[in-house]
Nanobody
Framework: QVQPVESGGGLVQAGGSLTLSCSVS?????????VAWYRQAPGKEREVIATITWDDGSRHYTDSMRGRFTIYRNYHENRAFLHMNGLQFEDPALYYC?????????WGQGTQVTVSS
C-alpha cells in the first residue's frame, strides 16, 4: 500500500512563499500514479489544489488555485512538490498529498501551513 508523506509546512509571513514536498514511505512513485495536493482549513471542506501524473508530468489546477500554486515532480528525487507564492490569510490549512494508484487513493497525514502578518 502506498503511504504518502508530506513535509515542508510551517509558519510564513503574508506574501511569502513555501514549498511542500510529498514522498512515498518505504517505496517509490511509479508509472501512472496521480499525485494530488489538497488542503483543508478548519470548518471547511477539503479542496483540491492541483494534480500531476507521475510518468509524463501532466498537470491540472483548480481554477481558483491557478497562478499562485505550482505542482511539479522531481523524477530522480522521487518527490512531488507544491510551491506556493504570495501566501495570504485565506491560505492557512492542513495541506495533504494523495496518491491514486489504480483505483486506490492513499492519503498522507498532512502538513500545516500558517500565515502570519
Amino acid at each position: 500500500q502506498v503511504q504518502p508523506v508530506e513535509s515542508g509546512g510551517g509558519l510564513v509571513q503574508a506574501g511569502g512563499s513555501l514549498t511542500l514536498s510529498c514522498s512515498v514511505s518505504g517505496g517509490t512513485f511509479v508509472g501512472d500514479d496521480m499525485v494530488a495536493w489538497y488542503r483543508q482549513a478548519p470548518g471547511k471542506e477539503r479542496e483540491v489544489i492541483a494534480t500531476i501524473t507521475w510518468d509524463d508530468g501532466s498537470r491540472h489546477y483548480t481554477d481558483s488555485m491557478r497562478g499562485r500554486f505550482t505542482i511539479y515532480r522531481n523524477y530522480h528525487e522521487n518527490r512531488a512538490f507544491l510551491h506556493m507564492n504570495g501566501l495570504q490569510f485565506e491560505d492557512p490549512a492542513l495541506y495533504y498529498c494523495s496518491v491514486k494508484r489504480g483505483s486506490v487513493v492513499s492519503w498522507g497525514q498532512g502538513t500545516q501551513v500558517t500565515v502570519s502578518s
